[in-house]
């Protein structure tokens, strides 16, 4: 499948405005799919694409958008949950704050966009929504201990949504993508004491040996919601160089 697999399907796609979400919203609809990128700045989606504020921390909200997505387009085939914040510290070190924070935005947000969205969905032929997981929901990062609880999280969340919404003809499926070269890492690496050997040392933590493009996670995103995977729910696709699965010799 390639262009024109989503035409005449409509998708919206949460954190739609950077990194991994507009690389998703910019792919679905080079695929001929309608798309509306909700964000809670959607300043620099690419034109075509619907660009709508979104707080998915934020019921009314994510309705809101939700509806307007729906009302642009004419319906609702597709939902890519991907907003989400990274964290960092121990179980220790993050203030029971961040602690709610993290989880608000990265397993709650998906609740409520999906909330929103399954009286659409339920409406449409080719129904999926694929959520963006992390490589840290199946591998132990150090320091990124609330980080790995919400992916964690993410991941099961995924597998029990495909099993209660199979039966109405919706797929449910996660991406793990493992260190992707996106704005929030790269804030990581200009915080760091020496950003050079950082972004060396988490090149070398993948098999490939480099990080994964936001690109390269919006193809498998959409493979899983599109109509080539019409057998697959439940599933998780990791995208993270062989990190997940792989054991090398050095």
């Known amino acids: 499948m390639g262009a024109g697999e989503f035409e005449g399907l409509a998708a919206v796609v949460t954190g739609g405005g950077s990194g991994i979400g507009l690389a998703v919203a ?4 080079d ?8 964000d809670l700045d959607p300043g620099s989606v690419p034109a075509g694409v619907l660009g709508l ?3 998915v921390t934020d019921e009314d909200s994510v309705r809101g958008a939700v509806q307007q997505a729906v009302e642009h387009h004419g319906g609702l085939d597709v939902l ?4 989400g914040i990274g964290a960092q510290g121990t ?5 029971y704050d961040e602690w709610r924070r993290v989880f608000d935005v990265n397993v709650l947000g998906i609740v409520r966009t999906s909330r929103a969205a399954l009286p659409h969905l339920r409406r449409s032929a080719a129904a999926s929504i694929v959520n963006t997981c992390s490589i840290a929901a199946t591998a132990g990062l150090p320091d990124r201990a609330v980080y790995s609880a919400s992916k964690g999280a993410v991941l099961s969340l995924t597998q029990a949504m495909a099993a209660d919404h199979l039966v109405e003809g919706i797929r449910v499926n996660c991406v793990n993508p493992g260190t992707a070269d996106t704005p929030w890492v790269r804030r990581l690496l200009s915080s760091a004491d020496d950003p050079d050997a950082e972004l060396a040392a988490l090149n070398a933590r993948q098999p490939s040996g480099r990080l994964v493009s936001a ?3 919006a193809a498998a995103v959409a493979y899983l919601a599109g109509p080539a995977a019409g057998a697959t729910t439940g599933t998780s696709l990791a995208v993270d160089g062989g990190m997940q699965g792989l054991r090398l010799r050095k």
Request: charged share 25%; proline share 0%; aromatic share 0%.
């Open 91 to 95: 179980v220790e070190t993050n203030s």
């Open 31 to 38: 695929r001929g799919a309608g798309v509306a990128a909700l």
């Open 53 to 55: 504020r979104c707080d």
């Open 80 to 83: 890519v949950n991907n907003a």
């Open 215 to 217: 690109d390269e996670v």
């Open 26 to 29: 910019r792919t679905l609809a």
